[in-house]
């Protein structure tokens, strides 16, 4: 038998109150077995470029990346929100180790080439724009270092990972917080029994964006499509459930998108939005 892993994903909106960002890794320190954090953090990057002359570009809730993107958010991602929530945590008596895709070549990517965005039946409004997303890794089912990872948890620690991967060739690479967790959560399922958990600021996926009470407490794989059409799925909810599919698709036995300030809740399933075949 497996010994569980949660893997959870923490968005940027938690990481930007420092309140409740302090709950989420108090209630995080308390979740029983092994477990792996993955952050993001785009507000922080977006400001600090802002200040700096460098304005965010997004595209169906990613980022484009040109070379002074890339270093805005590498300091950013595995510098500052990397390093403050590793030591938050071990104020927390929680034995996190910070970590980049860079470090012990946990996670290798490749630079996503130019593409012509196709959407839908019709075409959505961005079908047929070429998009360059610059210095943006893609991931696949080799890029994740399970053995690695495992290592880690073995020796009694916690991996935080940021969004910053690493191509094997000296280039930093941006890649989707949402695609690292899931890649990771069905890498790490050969060996642990995973699930995988997406927390953000709503306490899942609504039908009214304006209205809490909404939330959509289980969709399958074959209704994704229409809630992308009617737009109950839009910007960056859109690579978070194709990421959550994805993962259920290949292994991963169960995915749950919710509320941040609900992890105890969440992670066991009683709220928030549950993922199906």
Known sequence: MKTQLTVIKIGGNVIDNSENLHQ????????PGAKIL?????????????????????IEGRRITDIETLRVVTMVYAGLINKNMVAQLQAKNCNA?????????VIK???RPVKTLTHGTPPGPLAGTVIDYGYVGDLNEHSVSSATLASLIKAGMVPV??????????????????????????????IYDTQLVYCFEKKGVLKD??????????????????????GTVAGGMIPKLEN???????????????KADELPELATGLFGTKMLP
């Open 38 to 58: 993955v952050h993001g953090g785009g507000k922080i990057a977006t400001e600090l470029g802002h200040s700096l002359g460098i304005e965010a570009q997004m």
């Open 244 to 258: 959550a599919f994805d993962a259920i698709k290949k292994g991963v036995g169960a995915v749950f998108i919710g």
């Open 209 to 230: 964006i304006n209205n809490e009470a909404s939330v959509v407490r289980e969709i399958k794989a074959e209704a994704f499509a229409g809630l992308k059409a009617d």
């Open 109 to 111: 990517a490749t630079k």
């Open 161 to 190: 990972l940021c969004a910053i991967t690493h191509d094997g060739h000296s280039q930093l690479l941006n890649t989707n917080a949402d695609t690292i967790a899931s890649a990771i959560a069905v890498a790490m399922s050969d």
């Open 24 to 31: 989420f890794l108090l209630d995080f320190t308390a979740l």
């Open 97 to 105: 180790i910070g970590l980049s895709g860079a470090d012990g070549n």
